[in-house]
């Protein structure tokens, strides 16, 4: 947590001092200066992993000038007298689609290995122009029966104006902002401008950006990396090297962001995102079901094969970069993808029984963003300067004082009076939120992480919503008159990175006596007019089915323990790394993340049931398990504490304190390697993280596969360190 504004001067004297030794720590340590191991052996870090209580060193220190007992990690953000609520929302900004023809060179089934010269801060020579590891084993999987028919080019590169906003929205469904206006680097008018080694974010612009696919039309995302060629650029913290994860894409290994695929500056990397419903090799093949489909361009659906109780709709996409997946994000590697299907069309006006009817809009076929609003909520902190401050030493989590919404701080946005629908993405590193609103009115959830649940459920709050998480909300502003106000707020509290403290009632959390700063108001919703059109969106009773497991036999149950004081069996210096955490696996020990250490590797076209235990300490951890989605089978060891709410699929497993998460899933249609993690990211690159692999039961994926390990000069290709029966 932070020193409050009422500490004394000699205090906050004391935290900046120390908070500037400590970012000289973090910037030798993301440079590659020192080690993990180097600390240790300075005294600096305990073997447990904590930064060493040093004066001078460590604000956790104790004073004689500490005015609460609530842990210090930095003075106060400062404000330069910026006020709440003082500027509009922007609403996420729109990546183009365009035609494979835009490709240059055109995508290959394997990674182009045309060779170019390499930067001597990189080590000189030649290497490839992809960073995708080559040959067959990370080949793109279905490439011919699942062709790209769209193209999506973004860069990651350091913060610049934005002069082509594009919002797919009118000003006055955009708070007035006019998309022809420049937008700068800053979060808030009344802020400096970030420096562009301090804001990484794609194409280098806010607000952040929206990638729109629907069912059966494959899209292929080119990445390229334009970060500083010397890792040293990078305003203290984040590395250069990257990593996009589809978060949860249904696709093969080679596109999933594996975090030791990662690529360097001056190579692309080609992900080919297929869009299709899980099972399509075994369920709805010939493609009969209307509600297994993909919207036409005249309102009508083009079916595709696969389980229509699959369909997902709210994705997001960031950083996996091994263990710096914390800090890019951070920097603002992070975006979000909205998928369009048969039951969520993105046009309220359809009414064919197979549409749900969702707020959106009606001006487009599909994917109308009218009233449908993507809402990316982050913790952030700056430093004395107002340039963003990441503190890696905080291995419980890093938190902000100061709240985001799509990367602007505590904006506006104006509403008509009818539904809306939110999609909501807890984006922080390490904070949770309980989000209500102040009027303590009702929202209906519709939506859990990347998929719409089978019922909505009426709440006035939310539960805890861990990193990752995804809540689609729906919100009708109708009940208000024009002029109102109300806000969105969060109920919840912490005291450090270990987990959420207490959920404060709405009441406590606008009183402002918590001491968490990112308690309370965030956003403001102002009721500006009564709707252009009429509202023909609904909430209705049914929304998206669970598949039906019951005639799918468990082939095997795995245990997964994530707990602290880790052992490393391996000292691979790329693959390995040493860390406080950890995850035990079928009751072995707890082993600190290798990505060339194979976990787990379930068998193609079988079904599983994985309990992921927490392992104690207070701490909360909210695991993702990539590729397949699960459905939660029990809490705790009870069916019965499995909240309406979480009856749906999903893709993270919040395990609260001491608690449990039983899961089912199956593995189906690609292979390769996968992850599961903590996404608290601090813990994950901390080192929470663990490699499964799914093996199609013939060439290339013969397990197990070998390591890649990334260099500008070309990928090489090791055997895996080891094997966990």
């Known amino acids: 947590m932070y020193l409050s504004d009422s500490a004394s001067k000699a205090r906050l004297r004391e935290a900046e001092h120390a908070r500037k030794n400590r970012a000289d720590i973090v910037k030798a340590y993301s440079w590659g200066q020192i080690s993990r191991r180097d600390l240790i052996k300075w005294g600096l870090v305990t073997a447990g992993g904590m930064l060493a209580p040093i004066n001078g060193l460590s604000p956790f220190a104790g004073s004689v000038y500490a005015s609460s007992s609530i842990p210090t990690g930095a003075p106060p953000s400062p404000l330069f007298g910026v006020a709440s609520f003082t500027q509009p929302m922007p609403r996420f900004d729109v990546l183009p689609r365009t035609p494979l023809s835009a490709l240059t060179p055109a995508p290959t089934r394997e990674a182009n290995t045309t060779p170019q010269p390499v930067a001597p801060e990189l080590g000189g020579g030649f290497g490839p122009i992809e960073g995708r590891p080559p040959g ?52 808030h008018p009344g802020l400096p401008d970030q420096r562009p080694d301090k804001l990484w974010t794609f194409m280098g612009t806010l607000p952040p950006k929206l990638m729109i696919g629907r ?6 995302f080119r990445h390229h990396n334009r970060l500083p060629v010397d890792a040293r650029v990078n305003g203290g913290f984040g590395r250069h090297t990257i990593s996009t994860h589809e978060h949860n894409g249904h ?35 010939d493609a009969t079901n209307p509600r297994a489909g993909s919207p036409d361009d005249s309102g009508g659906i083009v079916k595709v094969p696969g389980d229509w109780c699959e369909t997902m709709s709210t994705h997001w996409f960031h950083d996996h970069m091994f263990s710096f997946t914390s800090q890019n994000v951070y920097k603002g590697n992070a975006g979000m993808f909205n998928i369009y299907s048969a039951v969520d069309r993105g046009n309220e006006a359809i009414n064919d029984g197979v549409n749900l009817q969702l707020p959106s809009g009606t001006d487009n076929a599909w994917g109308n963003l009218d009233y449908d609003v993507n809402l990316m909520l982050a913790d952030k902190a700056w430093d004395q300067d107002g340039q963003l401050l990441f503190d890696i030493f905080n291995f419980d989590g890093f938190l902000g004082d100061v709240m985001t919404v799509n990367l602007v701080y505590k904006p506006y946005f104006e509403v008509e009076r009818r539904k809306y629908r939110f999609r909501i993405l807890n984006a922080s590193v390490s904070r949770f939120l309980r989000l209500a609103l102040s009027d303590g009115s009702p929202m209906w959830q519709i ?15 939310t539960d805890e919503m861990g990193i990752a998480e995804r809540y689609d909300i729906v919100i009708d502003f109708s009940r208000y008159s024009v002029g109102q106000k109300v806000w969105m707020v969060n109920l919840c509290e912490h005291q450090d990175g270990k987990g959420p403290h207490a959920d404060l009632t709405v009441r406590e959390a606008l009183s402002g006596v918590s001491p968490d700063p990112c308690v309370g108001r965030f956003l403001e919703f102002r009721i500006v007019r009564d709707p252009a059109r009429p509202d023909l969106s609904q909430v209705p009773a049914t929304l998206v089915p669970n598949p039906d497991l019951s005639a799918i036999p468990v082939a095997r149950e795995r245990v997964f323990e994530w707990a602290r004081g880790a052992s490393q069996t391996s000292s691979d210096p790329v693959t390995s790394f040493f860390g406080p955490w950890g995850i035990k696996t079928n009751g072995g020990a707890a082993l600190a993340a290798d990505f060339g250490r194979v976990s787990a590797a379930p068998r193609y076209g079988t079904r599983e049931v994985w309990t992921l235990k927490n392992g104690g300490g207070g701490w909360d951890h909210p695991v993702h398990i990539h590729f397949e989605e699960g459905r939660i089978l029990a809490r705790d060891g009870s069916a019965d504490m499995v909240p309406p709410w979480e009856r749906g699929r999903k893709d993270v497993y919040r395990l609260r304190p001491g608690g449990s998460v039983t899961l089912t899933m199956q593995f189906r249609d690609f292979g390769g390697m996968y992850m599961e993690h903590c996404h608290n990211t601090v813990h994950e690159d901390n080192a929470m993280l663990l490699r499964w692999e799914l093996d199609d039961g013939g060439a290339p994926f013969l397990r197990p596969l070998p390591t890649p390990i990334p260099t500008p000069q070309g990928v090489t290709f090791h055997d895996p360190t080891e094997v966990l029966p």
């Open 215 to 220: 069912y059966g039309e494959p899209i292929l």
């Open 447 to 461: 939506g859990n992480d990347g998929n719409l649940l089978p019922q909505p459920v009426l709440l006035t709050e």
């Open 251 to 285: 696709h093969g290994a080679e596109n999933d962001g594996f975090t030791g695929a990662y690529f360097f500056p001056n190579q692309f990397y080609d992900y080919h995102y297929p869009i299709v419903l899980a099972g399509m090799k075994s369920i709805n093949v």
């Open 136 to 187: 067959p084993i990370w080949a793109h999987q279905l490439w011919d029966l699942l062709p790209p028919k769209v193209a999506i080019q973004v860069t990651q590169e350091g913060a610049k104006v934005n002069t082509i906003y594009n919002p797919h929205v009118t000003s006055a469904l955009n708070s007035g902002i006019l998309a022809s206006d420049p937008l700068r680097p800053r979060f």
